[in-house]
């Protein structure tokens, strides 16, 4: 039975000025579900408030008073000594506990001993979440040094009441630390604690997190590496987005705020903790730490809107380059890694920052200074300027207005326009109401398009406004309203402000909203939920089974697909031109995931799972694809699948996975009658029969052991390549833009992960150190995962090439002259070549640990397996030379695992189709 005298948890609450807030926390922990928790309020001298709580439930909230000028670090003491449960934690006003927030800390503590025991708070960072991702008992540092190095324990936590020490005056921030680093034992939940956390102002709060960054420092200076994280992360999680956050800020309150902020840092701000961050955020700390305001702004939007040019960049004599002619010999403000150099100057996304935006009669004066870098504009070209006013929303409506006055200034363009909104621009009044003003800056007669930065001290709302004529007359709108967006943009909006206006504006606001729109919106929303009903997959797949998939064969239709449609490639690809080539008189429809981009102009169309589709699967004679049609589409009776596959297994896949072992039952179901549709399986080896045909469950009878179709080409290749030599190189280099004296690399990593929508990867190999190294005699080529997409630095023209978007990667291969890869199983295909193979495999060991493989890749892989970034560059500079060790291994590599790729693949798969077409 909890008594007044003992608690299992006591949660102080220093009292502020906002009573609903203080309330709403008081209430939170009365409403645990742990009984023996007790609230102690701390009031700076009197507090109805407080004192209301306090006799409404004296036994479980009790009241301590103490001086009206006393801190809140001195509050707070005097409710932690106050306290009287085993476990103490601390809550300001507003913030709410979860309902089960102390059971789960105090449960945490005693099973663990632990002195502290923390968990989750809402709106954290991702680093805050990996941090509490499980549970887990922390006794050394090491292993946890966000704890300490961060911020990590400003709440969501408890402490030992033996283990709190001596007061202090610190914050609460350095108080979890002091906390942290007193605890024998730390216990991490990954329970969410606590809800309601003020949101962070960075400019507001920068004085004082560098004030607990100076006490914590101190704290640490007995652990070099503690101290070091902590001076990053404190530029990382304070003042990165202190410097994003001058970006709204108005001139008086930037120069304030700046001013003020380059004190805080003082001495804060170390050489290595500067060097580690990016570049453009190196430098806006770097300016904030110099108090130039302005500079901060330009690098805030230069971090909104990455790849944006917001300084006159300067080129030093040794190549590099810097923010600006001031900063010329200063490292810091090096941004040479940032590639504006390689890019053409109508490719730059430049700053276009208004100064002036005022009426000025019937015409809103706009004037602005555009940045131009590394002096592109010194011999003086010819220039030309017009302002494009758009409608927002996609409509082709556009007003162009020529800018009368445009010249270069102090290595910039400054620039004039006068808009004529009330006498030119006309539009409707009801669907075209916000428009965006953009500067079309013509050099030589070439076009760069800008967006207009603006502050909002820079457009008064009351000086800016013109009369509008609206089509549909004054009563849809009567005023147009420049403004400045929430992107920080200048944009020009359509307002109803005169009285007439006003009342048609709130009569059609009653009709859409009110009486007659609530008759019609129930209406409308069934019609919109049938349409969409129609069109869902569900009912696509019922009508497919009950319906489609009965009606009779369409003799000598073939449906391809390659990789769920996402290109037109791969074995599929070379069934279908093996096809056309011998006029066999069958008709090919082929899918397409998004876009029908890349596939040939000539070929019958049809987008995965529209009807057309599902029409073409259902009365198809033949199924050809690389992966798998859907898996919910039943094979008709009359259709023959022929599965080419996609790749040989290093990896374990289908019913040999670990992963599918922990799948329910319905889950195992539907793999097997999707693999159960297969009629024939094509393999390119007895490997492939031992892993491949095993894990889906092929029987011998459906295995057609003729090589993959894809590889033909290859097989090709390489007896050109021993007849003839490598050179004149493919048709494909040109289009790429290389020369031949280029030796081209060709950087092919496999897909890692679970599949997501647009996920976008950072890659094992630092591109641009290997285009630092290599760039005057290689050319990287560089194709993704085709689940993925790659995030590729800018790097000198011609040095490195996206060709992930490329449909076919045995034109790559063929191109290539050295492949990079991991475990991939383009290795495989490329070993056929016989040409330079290297597995670059950081994380090969944790890769085999976690999915399984079939056989140890180092012990008989076709080239080097390599761990390290520096190692593959030394791999690659020598490889001509090393090539010869590896050889042998590498054909026989190409022998075990492609001993059927004879060069015959697509022409024993068209037979296949060709003679049952015959027989039939």
């Given at each position: 039975?909890?008594?007044?005298e003992?608690?299992?948890?006591?949660?102080v609450?220093v009292c502020?000025?906002d009573a609903?807030?203080?309330?709403?926390?008081?209430?939170?922990?009365?409403?645990?579900?742990l009984?023996?928790t007790?609230?102690?309020?701390?009031?700076a001298g009197?507090?109805d408030?407080a004192a209301t709580?306090a006799?409404?439930?004296p036994?479980?909230?009790?009241?301590v008073?103490?001086?009206?000028?006393?801190?809140a670090?001195?509050?707070?003491?005097?409710?932690l000594?106050?306290?009287?449960?085993?476990?103490?934690?601390?809550?300001?006003?507003?913030?709410r506990l979860?309902?089960?927030a102390c059971r789960?800390l105090f449960e945490a503590?005693?099973?663990?001993?632990?002195?502290l025991v923390?968990?989750?708070r809402?709106?954290?960072?991702?680093?805050?979440?990996?941090?509490?991702?499980?549970?887990?008992v922390?006794?050394?540092?090491?292993?946890?040094?966000e704890?300490?190095?961060r911020?990590s324990?400003?709440?969501g936590?408890c402490?030992?009441r033996?283990?709190?020490?001596?007061?202090?005056?610190?914050?609460r921030?350095?108080f979890?630390?002091r906390?942290?680093?007193a605890?024998r034992r730390i216990?991490l939940?990954?329970?969410l604690i606590?809800?309601?956390c003020?949101?962070a102002?960075?400019?507001?709060d920068?004085?004082?997190?560098?004030?607990?960054?100076r006490?914590?420092?101190?704290?640490?200076?007995?652990d070099?590496a503690l101290?070091?994280?902590?001076?990053?992360?404190?530029l990382?999680?304070?003042?990165?987005?202190?410097v994003?956050a001058?970006l709204p800020?108005?001139?008086?309150?930037?120069?304030?705020?700046?001013d003020?902020l380059?004190?805080?840092?003082?001495?804060?701000v170390?050489?290595?903790a500067?060097?580690?961050l990016?570049p453009v955020?190196?430098?806006g700390v770097r300016?904030?730490?110099?108090?130039d305001?302005d500079?901060v702004?330009?690098?805030a939007?230069?971090?909104?809107?990455p790849?944006?040019?917001v300084?006159p960049?300067?080129r030093?004599?040794?190549?590099?380059?810097r923010w600006?002619?001031?900063h010329?010999d200063?490292?810091?403000f090096?941004?040479?890694e940032?590639?504006h150099?390689?890019?053409?100057?109508?490719?730059?996304?430049?700053l276009n920052?208004v100064?002036?935006c005022?009426?000025q009669?019937?015409?809103?004066?706009?004037e602005?200074r555009?940045?131009v870098?590394?002096?592109?504009l010194?011999d003086?070209p010819?220039?030309a300027a017009?302002l494009?006013?758009?409608?927002?929303?996609?409509?082709?409506h556009?007003?162009?207005?020529p800018?009368r006055d445009v010249?270069?200034e102090?290595?910039?363009?400054?620039?004039?326009?006068e808009?004529?909104?009330?006498?030119a621009l006309r539009?409707?009044?009801?669907?075209?109401?916000v428009?965006d003003?953009?500067?079309?800056l013509?050099?030589?007669?070439?076009p760069v398009?800008?967006?207009?930065?603006?502050?909002k001290?820079?457009v008064?709302?009351?000086?800016t406004?013109?009369?509008?004529?609206p089509l549909?007359?004054?009563?849809t709108?009567?005023?147009?309203?420049?403004?400045?967006t929430?992107?920080?943009?200048l944009?020009v909006?359509l307002?109803p402000?005169?009285?007439?206006?006003r009342?048609?504006?709130?009569?059609v606001?009653?009709?859409?909203?009110f009486?007659?729109?609530?008759k019609l919106?129930p209406?409308?929303r069934t019609?919109?939920?049938?349409?969409?009903?129609?069109?869902?997959?569900r009912?696509?797949l019922?009508?497919y089974?009950?319906i489609?998939?009965r009606?009779?064969v369409?003799?000598?239709?073939v449906?391809?697909?390659?990789h769920?449609?996402k290109?037109y490639?791969?074995?599929?690809r070379?069934v279908?031109?093996?096809?056309?080539a011998?006029?066999?008189?069958?008709r090919?429809v082929?899918?397409y995931?998004?876009s029908?981009?890349?596939?040939?102009?000539?070929?019958?169309l049809?987008?995965?799972?529209s009807?057309?589709?599902?029409?073409?699967?259902?009365?198809?004679?033949?199924?050809?694809?690389?992966?798998?049609f859907p898996?919910?589409?039943?094979?008709?009776r009359?259709?023959?699948?022929?599965q080419?596959?996609?790749g040989?297994?290093?990896k374990r896949m289908?019913?040999?996975?670990a992963?599918?072992?922990?799948?329910?039952?319905?889950?195992r179901?539907?793999?097997?009658?999707?693999?159960?549709r297969?009629?024939?399986f094509?393999?390119r080896?007895?490997?492939?029969?031992?892993?491949l045909?095993?894990a889906?469950?092929i029987?011998?009878?459906g295995?057609?052991?003729?090589?993959y179709p894809?590889?033909d080409?290859?097989?090709?290749a390489?007896?050109?390549?021993?007849?003839?030599g490598?050179?004149?190189r493919?048709?494909?280099?040109a289009?790429?833009g290389?020369?031949?004296?280029?030796?081209v690399?060709?950087?092919?990593?496999?897909?890692?992960?679970v599949?997501?929508?647009?996920q976008?990867?950072?890659?094992?190999?630092?591109v641009?150190?290997?285009?630092e190294?290599?760039?005057d005699?290689?050319v990287?080529?560089v194709?993704?995962?085709y689940?993925?997409?790659?995030?590729?630095?800018?790097?000198p023209?011609?040095?490195?090439?996206?060709v992930?978007?490329h449909?076919?990667v045995?034109?790559?291969?063929?191109?290539?002259?050295?492949?990079?890869?991991d475990?991939s199983?383009?290795m495989f295909d490329?070993?056929l070549l016989d040409?330079?193979?290297?597995?670059?495999?950081?994380?090969l060991?944790a890769?085999?640990?976690d999915?399984?493989?079939?056989f140890?890749?180092?012990g008989r892989?076709?080239?080097?397996?390599?761990e390290?970034?520096?190692?593959?560059?030394?791999?690659i500079e020598?490889?001509k030379?090393?090539d010869g060790?590896w050889?042998?291994?590498?054909?026989?590599f190409?022998?075990?695992?492609?001993s059927?790729?004879?060069g015959?693949?697509?022409?024993?798969?068209?037979?296949?189709?060709l003679?049952k077409?015959?027989?039939a």
């Open positions: 039975m909890t008594t007044p003992a608690y299992d948890m006591s949660c609450v502020g000025t609903a807030a203080l309330r709403a926390t008081v209430r939170s922990v009365l409403d645990q579900t009984a023996g007790e609230a102690v309020l701390v009031a009197a507090d408030t709580l006799a409404a439930d036994q479980r909230i009790r009241l008073h103490a001086g009206a000028e006393s801190p670090c001195v509050l707070r003491d005097l409710g000594a106050a306290a009287r449960g085993r476990y103490v934690m601390v809550a300001a006003p507003g913030e979860e309902r089960h789960n503590g005693r099973r663990t001993d632990a002195d923390a968990g989750r809402d709106e954290a960072p991702a680093w805050h979440k990996e941090l509490y991702a499980r549970s887990r922390v006794e050394n540092l090491a292993d946890a040094p704890l300490v190095t911020d324990l400003s709440a936590f402490v030992r033996g283990a709190l020490g001596t007061p202090s005056d610190a914050g921030a350095l979890g630390v906390a942290a680093l605890a216990a939940v990954p329970n606590t809800t309601g003020a949101p102002d960075p400019v507001r920068l004085p004082r997190a560098a004030d607990a960054q006490d914590t420092l101190e704290l640490l200076s007995g070099d101290r070091a994280a902590r001076e990053s992360a404190f990382t999680d304070h003042v990165v987005p202190c994003r001058f800020l108005g001139p008086d309150d930037r120069r304030e705020a700046a003020t380059a004190r805080s840092l003082d001495g804060l170390t050489p290595e500067l060097r580690a990016p955020e190196r430098i300016l904030l730490t110099d108090g305001a500079g702004q330009a690098a939007y230069a971090l909104v809107r790849g944006t040019v300084s960049l300067v030093t004599g040794d190549g590099r380059v600006s002619a001031e010329a200063d490292d810091t090096d941004v040479t940032l590639g150099q390689y890019r053409q100057f109508t490719d730059l996304r430049l920052r100064t002036h005022l009426r009669g019937a015409v809103l004066a706009v602005g555009l940045v870098p590394l002096g592109l010194d003086r010819a220039l017009r494009d006013l758009s409608v927002r929303g996609g409509r082709a556009t007003l162009s207005v800018v010249r270069q102090d290595g910039g363009v400054v620039w004039r326009a808009l004529p909104l009330t006498g539009p409707r009044g009801i669907g075209d109401r428009w003003p953009r500067l079309v013509t050099v030589d007669g070439v398009t800008t967006d207009l930065l603006a502050d001290a820079a008064p709302t009351r000086a406004a013109l009369p509008a004529r549909l007359t004054r009563l709108a009567d005023t147009w309203q420049p403004y400045v929430a992107k920080h943009h944009a909006c307002l402000r005169r009285r007439a206006a009342t048609a504006q709130a009569l606001h009653y009709v859409t909203h009486r007659p729109a609530r919106k209406v409308l019609l919109r939920k049938k349409r969409e009903a129609l069109h869902s997959q009912v696509k019922r009508v089974r009950r489609l998939s009606l009779p369409s003799k000598g239709l449906v391809f697909e390659s769920m449609g290109c490639g791969d074995s599929p070379a279908h031109e093996e096809l056309l011998r006029g066999a008189g069958v090919c082929w899918s995931a998004t029908p981009a890349g596939f040939p102009d000539g070929a019958r049809v987008r995965r799972w009807w057309r589709y599902l029409w073409a699967l259902a009365r198809a004679e033949w199924w050809v694809d690389n992966q798998g898996h919910a589409l039943d094979k008709p009359h259709t023959t699948y022929l080419t596959w996609h040989s297994a290093y289908g019913f040999d996975e992963r599918h072992r922990t799948r329910n039952a319905p889950e179901e539907r793999l097997r009658r999707a693999v159960g297969f009629d024939h094509m393999v080896s007895e490997h492939d029969v031992r892993t045909a095993r889906y469950r029987p011998e009878e295995l057609l052991r003729a090589g894809r590889n080409r290859l097989v090709e390489r007896g050109r390549d021993e007849r003839e490598r050179f004149p493919p048709p494909l280099a289009e790429l290389i020369p031949d004296h280029r030796t690399v060709l950087y092919a990593p496999t897909f890692r992960g599949p997501k929508k647009g976008v990867v950072q890659l094992p190999l630092d641009r150190q290997f285009a190294r290599f760039g005699t290689h990287l080529l194709r993704a995962h689940m993925e997409a790659a995030s590729l630095p800018v790097t023209p011609g040095t490195v090439v996206d992930s978007g449909h076919d045995s034109e790559l291969l063929v191109l290539a002259d050295v492949l990079i890869t475990y199983s383009i490329y070993a040409r330079p193979l290297v597995h670059f495999a950081p994380d060991d890769y085999a640990a999915r399984g493989t079939y140890d890749l180092r892989a076709g080239g080097p397996v390599i390290t970034q520096e190692e593959l560059l030394r791999t020598g490889i030379k090393a060790e050889q042998a291994a590498r054909r026989a190409a022998a075990e695992f492609g059927y790729d004879d015959g693949a697509a022409r024993a798969a068209v037979d296949l189709i003679g077409k015959a027989r």
